[in-house]
């Protein structure tokens, strides 16, 4: 464990971080080799049963690659089958997306943390906890967060994202981190 | 140069196991064939988890391939009789893993408004 929690020293994040411009971000995926397995954080799993939410060379490159899954992605997919309101109209639909997503994941190709990607991820969100001052669900959703990209990068794989903030901050602690950012579709062509 | 005709019978009493159970667990000595042996595993043990698998060889084919083709396989595969090579390659293409092209045809099953609120 000595390696996981050393990685970061929390003495030398002192500040609140800036979030950058776009264009220092990874939005473009061409950078990445084709043939590297991607892993979908978890708004991909729900943009994709939209319409246009997911810019097509996204979409196509979901398609033809292979696909890994976060354990914790689906974990956060399942928690709507705990949360939705059973009386709600629309309740029945996106229970059965989310179980059809579910039972289609083949088991050998879900990635979870490793115990080193928990101790990192967690080092990781409590410094930002702290300098961003987040607090609550916010410092839940940056720990789940920090171990998407620790674990997608144990992976080798490429982590698909909308999520530009939080990954902003995360790839300040892991550079190294292949991480596709992409922009809600259907808000851009508007 | 003609084409070899083979004819072969598609699975064994089981077909899941068929020439490769002894792949199962490979650490992968003798490198691609074992890799690919256990990529085929793979793909029939998905097949069998979708219950697509009759768990016999009750499907006869009589086909034409080129011979380079099937020697390609054959190799790739380190050995094994043809009922094994094509047993392998129809168990790799049938088997895979389209989980991406699945979701990504799975488009307009969800209202637009729906988002995950577990975190908010």
């Known amino acids: 464990m000595t390696a996981a929690f050393e990685r970061h020293d929390p003495a030398s994040w002192r500040r609140g971080l800036a979030y950058r411009a776009r264009s220092v971000l990874p939005y473009d995926g061409s950078a990445y080799p084709a043939g590297l397995p991607l892993v979908l954080d978890t708004t991909v799993y729900i943009d994709l049963r939209k319409v246009s939410r997911v810019p097509a060379a996204v979409a196509a490159r979901i398609s033809r690659d292979r696909v890994l899954h976060s354990a914790v992605a689906l974990s956060e997919l399942a928690t709507a089958l705990g949360l939705l309101d059973p009386a709600h109209p629309n309740t029945p639909t996106i229970r059965t997306a989310i179980e059809a997503t579910l039972r289609e994941v083949e088991p050998e190709s879900v990635v979870a943390p490793s115990p080193d990607a928990w101790i990192e991820a967690a080092v990781v969100s409590g410094i930002l906890a702290r300098t961003q001052g987040f607090a609550g669900m916010d410092r839940r959703r940056l720990l789940n967060d920090a171990m998407m990209v620790i674990s997608a990068a144990e992976a080798g794989a490429v982590l698909v994202s909308r999520n530009r903030r939080d990954m902003d901050l995360l790839l300040r602690f892991r550079p190294d981190a292949r991480i596709w950012l992409y922009d809600d579709a259907s808000a851009v062509r508007v | ?120």
Do not use: C, Y
């Open chain 2, 1 to 120: 140069m003609g084409r070899p005709r083979i004819s072969i019978v598609t699975s064994k009493a089981d077909p899941s196991t068929a020439g490769f159970a002894e792949s199962a667990g490979a650490t992968f000595e003798n490198g691609h064939a074992d890799i690919a042996r256990a990529q085929v595993d793979l793909a029939i043990d998905r097949l069998k988890r979708r219950g697509v698998l009759a768990g016999k060889r009750s499907a006869r084919l009589s086909v034409r391939v080129d011979p380079g083709l099937m020697e390609a396989a054959r190799t790739r595969l380190g050995a094994g009789s043809d009922s094994e090579v094509v047993t392998a390659a129809l168990a790799l293409l049938g088997g895979q893993d389209d989980f991406g092209a699945w979701l990504v045809s799975q488009a307009d099953t969800l209202p637009e408004d729906f988002e995950l609120e577990f975190f908010k």
